[in-house]
């Protein structure tokens, strides 16, 4: 199959499952990265400016993050809303401080990624919105995500493309190129960018993930990322069933 034609896939996949759901349309988180303009692309030509709406939540992330989405958001003529969240971070910061815990950048990054969860689910569940996710192919296999942050969403609709499927997605789509090529980061601290954190090209693992060769030393890397966050992909573990006498 055609990339063009899985993007019909995506798009139908899509307006079914809002269809399914009795809801009235979608929220999704802007970051300005290429994983949810694409996403927001592909939600646009699913059901419509009117049943779409994006949320910028820069959270003391860096200016231009928040200037590359809302020239996406104006380029693709999308609804949005600016939520910082900032004020209610550097409070949740200061009262771990206040109890003697100081925080290190990763659990910093991470609490900020549910505080964006909470401020999609807030915002959809006013607007009887669902929540849409924007992990890939990569990121999914490896758990390069925050659970219950920007895991916590109801439906991901790019988790079954590579990165670089992701951004040919995006540039089909008029996703403008200076989005489509830039460096991939999740925003959550200075300097932060998703290859240095994952200690893994994307290029290396797009090519781990289509049965291609890569380096061994690579190839541990990803299988043990995979291996460590496998339960971050599996429902919530339960205990037996309890059989009442």
Do not use: W
Not at 139 to 162: A, H, M, N, Q, W
């Amino acid at each position: 199959m055609k990339l063009e034609q899985y993007i019909d896939v995506i798009v139908k996949f899509m307006q079914d499952y809002l269809k399914d759901s009795h809801q009235d349309g979608y929220v999704l988180g802007l970051s300005g990265g290429i994983d949810s303009s694409a996403v927001a692309a592909l939600a646009l030509k699913a059901v419509g400016k009117e049943r779409l709406h994006c949320i910028m939540m820069p959270i003391n992330s860096l200016e231009d993050d928040l200037k590359d989405a809302i020239t996406l958001a104006k380029d693709l003529d999308i609804n949005y809303s600016v939520i910082d969240g900032s004020k209610a971070f550097n409070e949740l910061v200061k009262e771990f401080e206040s109890l003697g815990i100081e925080l290190d950048a990763s659990t910093k990054g991470n609490l900020k990624a549910r505080i964006r969860m909470s401020i999609l689910y807030a915002y959809g569940q006013k607007n009887r919105m669902l929540v849409l996710g924007t992990d890939n192919l990569d990121e999914s296999y490896v758990g390069y995500f925050t659970k219950y942050g920007d895991g916590g969403v109801d439906l991901l609709p790019i988790c079954r493309l590579t990165k670089e499927e992701v951004r040919n997605v995006a540039s089909i789509l008029g996703v403008r190129k200076e989005l489509v090529e830039r460096v991939p980061s999740a925003g959550l601290y200075e300097g932060q960018t998703d290859e240095k954190e994952m200690g893994i090209l994307y290029k290396d693992l797009d090519a781990y993930l289509l049965g291609q060769k890569v380096d061994e030393e690579v190839v541990n890397k990803i299988e043990r990322l995979h291996r460590i966050s496998e339960h971050k992909r599996v429902p919530i573990p339960r205990p037996e069933e309890f059989k009442r006498d």
